[in-house]
């Protein structure tokens, strides 16, 4: 199986900071990740995909990189509604698995 | 739009089975592969299971094989997962999500029905 680490595991951050979330795949997933957002009592929602593509609903703050097993998912001038919990899982290979997540709390 | 809407959570005694339904709407469900993930109180998501489009071919985490099993009835755009010798450890939200852009990606994702295992 294909472990997934993701850290920080939480992140405190100002309005207006920047935050970088990196993701480490045990093995190569060329670029089959994709980043989710979950906010509190809510499903998770798909951020991104293929490791860069950005879904039509996510601002052009967030921006993703990375390919093979080292990803980082960026957010630049974090504002109030992007304090959240993200997770990253790769696709490339059954079982899916996620990475642990990272809270994004407000300093 | 797209939207999944599960049901059939609750409390169950250890050991017993649940039955967990997923509504489709907003999309040809026939075309798409669909998954269960599970999420336990306070923790991270968890991966349990897919079926392709047509439920010719499932696939499985290790940590429920054997106890749960996914299908459909494309008849009625309806995912099911049954659940069978549940333990306190299967204590979570149950969601529904369907497969998004041909990969296994998850998009859109259901709000979620709770499944508590206690005696």
């Known amino acids: 199986d294909i472990q997934m680490t993701q850290s920080p595991s939480s992140v405190s951050a100002s309005v207006g900071d920047s935050v970088t979330i990196t993701c480490r795949a045990s093995q190569d997933i060329s670029d089959w990740l994709a980043w989710y957002q979950q906010k509190p009592g809510k499903a998770p929602k798909l951020l991104m995909y293929y490791a860069i593509s950005l879904q039509n609903w996510v601002p052009s703050r967030f921006r993703g990189s990375g390919s093979g097993t080292d990803f980082t998912l960026t957010i630049s001038r974090v504002q109030p509604e992007d304090f959240a919990t993200y997770y990253c899982?790769?696709?490339?290979?059954?079982?899916?698995?996620f990475g642990g997540g990272t809270k994004v709390e407000i300093k | 739009q797209e939207q999944l809407v599960e049901s059939g959570g609750g409390v169950v005694q250890p050991g017993r089975s649940l039955r967990l339904s997923c509504a489709a709407s907003g999309f040809t469900f026939s075309s798409y592969g669909m998954h269960w993930v599970r999420q336990a109180p306070g923790k991270g998501l968890e991966w349990l299971a897919v079926?392709?489009?047509?439920?010719?071919?499932?696939d499985y985490a290790d940590s429920v094989k054997g106890r749960i099993t996914i299908s459909r009835d494309n008849s009625k755009d309806t995912l099911f997962l049954q659940m069978n010798s549940l333990r306190l450890e299967d204590t979570a939200i149950y969601y529904c999500?369907?497969?998004?852009?041909?990969?296994?990606?998850?998009?859109?994702w259901g709000q979620g029905t709770l499944v508590t295992v206690s005696s």
């Open positions: 079926i392709s489009h047509d439920g010719s071919n499932r």
């Open positions: 899982q790769q696709a490339n290979s059954f079982p899916l698995t």
């Open positions: 999500a369907k497969t998004a852009a041909l990969s296994n990606w998850f998009d859109p």
